[in-house]
């Protein structure tokens, strides 16, 4: 049973900076790949990137690209959401999710979530 526990939201001022960490456990992640999510008040889930466990491939949705870097620690089988210059406009909850063999961009592709973290972005 695969368990994922997001942690590192919190409020913060535009431009800032902030990680947030997924703790993974349950299962070997070696053939898995570990994405980001978030969804704002009314909207739906939005990709913001993944990584493939094995390996330093990451991925991103085009928006993404160039404020926010993922980057995983074997020993501690976590995987980190670094984003910088945060807008307002980055205010979600942050859910990491995780799949195995390939890779998708879509939410309904990720079989195992975790419970989410809050960021709030203030103006």
């Known amino acids: 049973q695969v368990q994922l526990v997001e942690s590192g939201g919190g409020l913060v001022q535009a431009g800032d900076s902030l990680r947030l960490s997924c703790a993974a456990s349950?299962?070997?992640?070696?053939?898995?790949?570990i994405g980001w999510f978030r969804q704002a008040p009314g909207k739906e889930r939005e990709f913001v990137g993944a990584i493939r466990w094995s390996g330093d491939s990451t991925y991103y949705a085009d928006s993404m690209k160039g404020r926010f870097i993922i980057s995983r620690d074997n020993a501690k089988n976590t995987v980190y959401l670094q984003m910088n210059s945060l807008k307002p406009e980055d205010t979600a909850v942050y859910f990491c999710?995780?799949?195995?063999?390939?890779?998708?961009?879509?939410?309904?592709?990720?079989?195992?979530w975790g419970q989410g973290t809050q960021v709030t972005v203030s103006s």
């Open positions: 349950g299962r070997t992640f070696s053939n898995s790949f």
């Open positions: 999710a995780a799949r195995y063999y390939t890779l998708s961009y879509r939410a309904e592709g990720y079989d195992y």
